[in-house]
């Protein structure tokens, strides 16, 4: 069964960096195409951006397009979402995705 953990969140002033990693396993990280989705309190699950099977093609939502960056090592089976500029309606709980699938999340909280 497809299994995600989800690391690197905390809090962070606005205007400050995060680096969230997602470490996959029970499946061929390599093949698929992943993604970071997240959910603000009282919100619905929103995507924040994608990237394609080699890492050399990424898209973002236009609310984090030029702050955040996602990346993955299939080495590694891990994928990234370094995050810069960061603005209070960032907070919210971040997921990597695949197909159906998703992590229980980390807490990403933007507060001064």
């Known amino acids: 069964q497809v299994q995600f953990v989800e690391s690197g969140g905390g809090l962070a002033q606005p205007g400050g960096s995060l680096r969230l990693s997602c470490a996959a396993s029970?499946?061929?990280?390599?093949?698929?195409?992943m993604s970071w989705v997240r959910q603000a309190p009282g919100k619905g699950l929103e995507w924040v951006s994608s990237i394609n099977t080699g890492g050399g093609k990424t898209i973002y939502a236009d609310s984090v397009k030029g702050r955040f960056t996602i990346s993955r090592d299939n080495a590694k089976n891990t994928l990234y979402l370094q995050m810069n500029s960061l603005k209070p309606e960032d907070t919210a709980v971040y997921s990597c995705n695949v197909q159906f699938y998703w992590g229980q999340g980390t807490q990403v909280t933007v507060s001064s």
């Open positions: 029970e499946f061929t990280f390599s093949v698929y195409a």
